[in-house]
């Protein structure tokens, strides 16, 4: 399977604990994107990255959370101290780079649930 | 105004009907648009893309007005597999911007 793996896929916490997450993108795609993605919502941008470089982080993205992309090919999130409101669906993404948005390909995803 | 607005529904329709989404955006600066769907607890899935005025694949069609800034896509001969979520998804600068989606419920 070629496709964006994401792990875990299901991951439950205590509130107050750290997660971290992993992508690993299509081999070809250079650049990597995490979104949220809560009920009856559509996924929202949290960053992004070109190769290793971290191009934009959204508002939403506070300072518990960080992301990296040391070698430009697989990334990790990580949330620490976990809060309820952190309870979501994790998406990752990949894409090629052009001189147009290309489509984007999601991996799976990660569920957290923090109790 | 929303980045993206679609009608979230629940659009209910029989096998075989004919049904059309629409969706509005903001940004005119917006060179890409795709349409995503995405099934309850899974990842959004690529159904098409739009670079032009618009696009056909088999039984869906999109169609893009750049000059009223909106995107529709119509599904032909509705099949039960097609229930899901349809998610209008416009480029912003460099990151997709997503809307709430359309979900749609066939039934037999």
């Known amino acids: 399977d070629t496709g964006v793996s994401q792990n875990p896929r299901h991951k439950i916490t205590k509130r107050g604990q750290n997660v971290t997450f992993r992508c690993d993108p299509i081999s070809e795609h250079n650049r990597l994107y995490w979104y949220r993605q809560t009920l009856g919502q559509g996924p929202e941008f949290l960053t992004y990255f070109q190769n290793e470089a971290q191009l934009e982080k959204s508002r939403l993205l506070s300072d518990r959370f960080s992301a990296e992309r040391p070698k430009g090919s697989f990334s990790t999130l990580e949330i620490q101290r976990t809060e309820q409101g952190d309870s979501a669906m994790y998406l990752c993404?990949?894409?090629?780079?052009?001189?147009?948005?290309?489509?984007?390909?999601f991996g799976p995803g990660t569920r957290l649930t923090v109790t | 105004r929303k980045e993206v607005e679609q009608d979230p529904g629940p659009f209910n329709v029989p096998e075989g009907a004919t049904v059309a989404f629409n969706c509005t955006y903001s940004n005119s600066a917006s060179q890409s648009f795709f349409w995503y769907r995405q099934d309850c607890r899974k990842e959004p899935k690529l159904l098409m893309s739009?670079?032009?005025s618009g696009n056909e694949d088999g039984r869906f069609t999109a169609q893009l007005n750049r000059a009223s800034q909106y995107i529709s896509l119509l599904i032909r001969d509705s099949k039960l597999s097609d229930s899901a979520t349809y998610l209008c998804?416009?480029?912003?600068?460099?990151?997709?911007?997503f809307g709430t989606g359309t979900r749609l419920q066939v039934f037999p």
């Open positions: 993404a990949s894409s090629p780079r052009g001189t147009v948005m290309h489509e984007q390909y």
């Open positions: 739009v670079y032009s």
């Open positions: 998804v416009p480029s912003g600068t460099d990151k997709l911007i």
